[in-house]
């Protein structure tokens, strides 16, 4: 079901609301395909998991307890490399990673809009 155009201009504000309040988190819950997974990761992250396992079988072969569970970490590292996240960002304002604490938040106009609207409703009831 499509949003109207009041709806779609709501949720417009909301989420430049969000981004001026707490980019960080904003960027968190964005979709956008530099935060997705990178193939790059996979590929590596594939990789160090069959040596991991070729290790882990070597040591099991080899009746080297130590070497299994070498080949475990490994294995274990692969995963990791796989489903981490690229650490590059190529947002703008990225940077200014250091909040200041000298800035109080303060409610926009939009939020105070809102409030006021729902004690009218809360009054009329």
Known sequence: MPLSEHEQRL????????HAEDPKFAHALSSSPS??????????????????LLVLL??????LIVLGILG??????GVYVAISRPKFSD???AEHKTGNGARPK????????????WEERRREQ
């Open 106 to 117: 303060q409610k926009s106009g939009f939020m105070n809009g809102l409030e006021e609207k």
């Open 91 to 93: 947002t703008p304002g």
């Open 58 to 63: 070597g040591g099991v072969a080899t009746h």
């Open 11 to 18: 949720l417009d504000q909301l989420e430049q609301q969000l």
């Open 35 to 52: 935060r997705s997974m990178s193939t790059r990761n996979i590929v590596i992250g594939v990789l160090i998991g069959i040596t991991g």
């Open 72 to 77: 475990f970490l490994v294995m274990g590292a």
